[in-house]
Nanobody, 115 residues
Framework: QVQLVESGGGLVQPGGSLRLSCAASGSRFSINAMGWYRQAPGKTRELVAVRTRRGSTNYADSVKGRFTISTDYAKNTVYLQMNNLKPEDTAVYYC?????????WGQGTQVTVSS
């Protein structure tokens, strides 16, 4: 059973920065992709950014140029550097890891952007 442990959420003013971290443990299979999703109140969960083991990266249009995803597959960790945060970035951010057999989710970390 894969466990994902997230950290780094919190309250930040508009224009500020936060860095999220997520470490995966317990996987018997190779993790092929790790990424971040978010869910704001009353909205569906959406992709923020994902990076595969081979280095392919995909970002939501709304975060391009502001967020950067990075991974260390030797440690099965993924990071999300978030700069120039906006109030509309407020959401619960979930870490995701995918193997060839299934997808795993973290418990979520709250990010609130407010003055």
């Amino acid at each position: 059973q894969v466990q994902l442990v997230e950290s780094g959420g919190g309250l930040v003013q508009p224009g500020g920065s936060l860095r999220l971290s997520c470490a995966a443990s317990g996987s018997r299979f190779s993790i092929n992709a790790m990424g971040w999703y978010r869910q704001a109140p009353g909205k569906t969960r959406e992709l923020v950014a994902v990076r595969t083991r081979r280095g392919s990266t995909n970002y939501a249009d709304s975060v391009k140029g502001r967020f950067t995803i990075s991974t260390d597959y030797a440690k099965n960790t993924v990071y999300l550097q978030m700069n120039n945060l906006k109030p509309e970035d407020t959401a619960v951010y979930y870490c995701n890891a995918e193997t060839t057999t299934r997808s795993y989710w973290g418990q979520g970390t709250q990010v609130t952007v407010s003055s």
